[in-house]
């Protein structure tokens, strides 16, 4: 994949996770924001700030959530971006992430 086709799918990823996170944030409590191609996530109680954005050099998408850095590789066979170790979506690992964070579970 050249960095062209890299950022054409990050940006529908990162575009298509904060239209689910803006609807789940009405009933849990943390604040999305999407800006200059980085996607943030604010919790007041306990505080706290995940950042999800590219890195085009290496093709990854990286998160940085729980002290933690997580680098999502592409995968053809599912169509999304995938955190090797656990093979979960970008989606999916967030939904993980803000629901330990916030001690509740949290579809995204």
Request: net charge negative.
């Given at each position: 994949?050249?960095?062209?086709?890299?950022?054409?799918?990050v940006d529908?990823?990162l575009t298509?996770?904060?239209?689910?996170?803006?609807?789940?944030?009405?009933?849990?409590?943390?604040?999305?924001?999407?800006?200059?191609?980085?996607?943030?996530?604010?919790?007041?109680?306990?505080?706290?700030?995940?950042?999800?954005?590219?890195?085009?050099?290496?093709?990854?998408?990286?998160v940085s959530?729980?002290?933690?850095?997580?680098?999502?590789?592409?995968?053809?066979?599912?169509?999304?971006?995938?955190?090797?170790?656990?093979?979960?979506?970008?989606?999916?690992?967030?939904?993980?992430?803000?629901?330990?964070?916030?001690?509740?579970?949290?579809?995204?």
């Amino acid at each position: 994949m050249d960095d062209r086709e890299f950022q054409q799918r990050v940006d529908s990823a990162l575009t298509q996770l904060y239209s689910r996170l803006v609807a789940a944030s009405d009933e849990a409590a943390f604040e999305p924001d999407f800006q200059a191609g980085a996607l943030s996530i604010e919790f007041d109680d306990p505080p706290a700030k995940f950042v999800i954005s590219p890195n085009t050099p290496v093709h990854q998408i990286w998160v940085s959530a729980h002290s933690r850095s997580f680098k999502l590789d592409w995968d053809d066979a599912r169509s999304a971006f995938v955190l090797p170790e656990t093979s979960q979506t970008l989606t999916e690992l967030m939904e993980t992430a803000i629901g330990q964070q916030l001690g509740e579970e949290v579809r995204l």
